[in-house]
């Protein structure tokens, strides 16, 4: 049993793994009410002021003389960002142009000392595009008639895998729609083909499923497992994602925490009905789930969903999201994901120099990677087969970054060797 002090800021976390399903519910209501709420009654004050006390409190916790990427992983310190409340993390997302620049330069700061220079690429393959979820921004959504479904075969996943691997890459994401036509059995097979041929790790991203369900795919050799909490308001989230509930989302996760799983969440930004203040919440509700990965981006509107008409998550905002990320989940693996790709030509950059050290390039074969349209225009589409390595490389470099040789498992050291199957039950 892994053990948190109240201090480091994830004894909600704890309280999460330990509840029973049923307590779900009240375990996220203490979330949204701390820490920061003895501050919100007062109303929040959104001064320069603020701004700076958050700053310093992550400068105090960095110390004066914080060693930078001397290629060793500085893992300690999960209390860096635990001393943020709700209110810091708003002052911190409203920062002004000026105010901003001081956020990055921390956030680079905080990224380089925890997780160092190197970049991770996680290689992802989209295998199915059918989806049983009617989410209303997603392109997938059931309700949309207009896009063509397809499934890969198992066979034509594995081979897709085995050339990635074959390129380089040491992570491999397996992500598709809400598709029950792969049983939990085919998704494990899956995998343990995949890990008997090529050593990586891999990530599943396949939805909502039951703990049984997540077990046998743990039980198969799947590293970890991501998953996007997508909005911390409930009510938000009900209104997006039609008969599903953020409680039933957090319980998943917490059954993913709990079958020994690296955990991924995360969250849009600049869903229509959301305000800074939510975005608050969702780096609070990351913090306390205590996540090994974050994907944060923002929203981009499809032309096919109710939401159509809806304006694109804002690219500062993304980007500040991120970086405050960061500095709340200094060992996190954040991704400069490819929805803040999308959105503007320079912001894989960006986002590598406020807090991100991992990118996803896409493996998926060009058929079918035009139909997985979550989004519109994704930069994906534009990317060779093989994800763009040689591109990224390149853009890596002139960052000084180099590219990862590793696997890329979370730093904490739960994870520092390689991972066990975890001998929990599926019940
Ligand atoms: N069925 C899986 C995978 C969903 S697609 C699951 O539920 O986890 C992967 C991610 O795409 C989602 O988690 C969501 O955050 C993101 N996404 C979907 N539509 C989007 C849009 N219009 N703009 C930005 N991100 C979107």
Not at 13 to 31: C, D, G, W
Not at 155 to 161: N, S
Request: contains cysteine.
């Amino acid at each position: 049993m892994r053990r948190y002090s109240v201090r480091d800021g994830t004894l909600y976390a704890t309280a999460f793994y330990l509840a029973p399903p049923k307590q779900v519910h009240r375990l996220h209501s203490m979330i949204s009410t701390v820490p920061g709420e003895r501050h919100e009654r007062r109303g929040p004050r959104m001064t320069e002021h603020n701004f700076a006390s958050a700053v310093k409190k992550i400068q105090d916790a960095l110390g004066p003389d914080c060693p930078e990427a001397r290629g060793v992983r500085a893992v300690t310190s999960p209390v860096l960002g635990a001393e943020l409340t709700e209110d810091d993390i708003v002052a911190l997302l409203d920062a002004g142009p000026q105010e901003q620049q001081t956020l990055f330069a921390l956030a680079d700061k905080v990224r380089k000392r925890f997780m160092g220079n190197a970049v991770h690429l996680r290689g992802i393959i989209e295998f199915s595009n059918y989806c049983v979820r009617d989410c209303l921004y997603c392109g997938l959504r059931r309700d949309n008639r207009k896009l063509a479904r397809y499934r890969m075969s198992i066979d034509e996943i594995l081979k897709v895998a085995a050339k990635a691997a074959a390129a380089g890459y040491r992570t491999i994401v397996l992500q598709s729609g809400d598709d029950f036509h792969y049983r939990a059995d085919d998704i494990a097979r899956m995998v343990e083909r995949i890990k008997r041929t090529a050593a990586v790790a891999v990530t599943l991203s396949v939805g909502e499923r039951s703990r049984k369900e997540y077990a046998v795919m743990r039980q198969a050799g799947a590293d970890r497992f991501l998953l996007k909490h997508e909005t911390a308001d409930p009510d938000l989230y009900r209104r997006l994602h039609p008969g599903m509930t953020l409680d039933g989302r957090l319980e998943c996760l917490a059954h993913l925490r709990d079958l020994g799983f690296q955990v991924g969440s995360g969250n849009i930004v600049g869903l229509p009905g959301q305000t800074v203040r939510t975005i608050a919440k969702d780096v609070v509700l990351l913090r306390a789930l205590d996540v090994e990965m974050a994907g944060i981006g923002p929203f981009i509107p499809h032309p096919d969903t109710p939401l159509a008409s809806c304006p694109p998550g804002d690219l500062a905002m993304s980007l500040k999201a991120l970086a405050v990320a960061r500095l709340a989940l200094p060992l996190a693996h954040l991704p400069a994901t490819t929805a803040l790709a999308t959105l503007h030509p320079d912001a894989r950059r960006m986002g590598l120099s406020c807090g991100a050290n991992v990118i996803m390039p896409n493996v998926t074969p060009l058929e079918f990677r035009r139909l997985y349209e979550i989004y519109p225009g994704s930069i994906a589409l534009r990317a060779p087969e093989d994800g763009g390595i040689a591109e990224i490389r390149t853009m890596l470099s002139s960052l000084g970054r180099p590219v990862s040789d590793t696997c890329g498992h979370s730093p904490k050291p739960e994870w520092a060797r390689a991972t066990r199957v975890a001998h929990t039950s599926a019940h």
